[in-house]
């Protein structure tokens, strides 16, 4: 688990210097605006999920946030007010984790299409949005896994749609006026899906139900098009790293 946090962090490091405390927000570059040249985004984001149990009586152990990396890669075309079109690949790892008792995994990967709310001016280089999409997955439907234990009655049964929906808010960095570091929190819902999980904790069976939905925090790295590296990029890199 720490290592893989460790992993989705690792950018923070790389642009510490350009986020340091005697920077002020001010000095920051521009992030740019749908009225400017910005026209299009490329993010590529990594993250953890932990499922949202809807029952679990017997109180079994779930790590959350655990498992493989969750990834995707998504291009934005910039409308007017602050609105912008999503759609790209992204591929999920639900990793239920009960430590000693067993582990096991569904899988989403598919295509994204969705739409992204901005609410800030563009030369504001922190920009929140909220976002929402629908995702249709190609990857199994229904699908029985093991735990991983000795006990062959230990199992999971996954049942997901072709189509999922996404709610997600998060926030973009402008480290340059065209590269920024993204934040977010998604939330994932499959109408009718659901997960029933059979396994065993001290010799005795325990069960674990949800219905499909999972929670996500992620970071990533946005490249906005046409790219560009302004004189204003250059000073403020120069005065976060130097101090002045």
Request: no cysteine.
């Amino acid at each position: 688990m720490k290592h893989k946090l460790l992993h989705l962090f690792i950018a923070l490091f790389i642009a510490a210097p350009l986020l340091n405390a005697q920077t002020r927000i001010s000095n920051l570059p521009s992030a740019g605006s749908a009225s400017d040249e910005r026209k299009w985004g490329i993010n590529v984001t990594g993250g953890l999920t932990a499922p949202l149990i809807t029952d679990n009586p017997n109180n079994a152990p779930v790590k959350n946030f655990s498992g493989d990396i969750s990834f995707e890669v998504a291009g934005e075309y910039y409308l007017p007010y602050k609105w912008a079109i999503t759609g790209g690949y992204y591929n999920n790892t639900i990793t239920y984790n009960f430590s000693e008792y067993g582990e096991t995994a569904r899988k989403e990967s598919g295509i994204s299409l969705g739409v992204k709310k901005y609410f800030l001016d563009g030369s504001i280089p922190i920009q929140p949005y909220l976002a929402t999409a629908a995702l249709f997955n190609f990857d199994k439907k229904n699908a029985i896994e093991s735990l991983g234990t000795s006990n062959p009655n230990d199992v999971a049964n996954f049942s997901s749609k072709l189509m999922n929906v996404r709610l997600g808010a998060g926030f973009d960095v402008y480290l340059i006026s065209s590269l920024a570091l993204t934040f977010d929190y998604r939330f994932y819902f499959s109408p009718g899906g659901e997960t029933n999980i059979t396994g065993t904790k001290n010799d005795a069976s325990f069960t674990i139900k949800d219905k499909g939905m999972y929670h996500n925090i992620g970071i990533g790295l946005k490249v906005t098009l046409p790219f560009k590296v302004t004189s204003d990029d250059y000073s403020a890199i120069f005065d976060s790293v130097f101090g002045n």
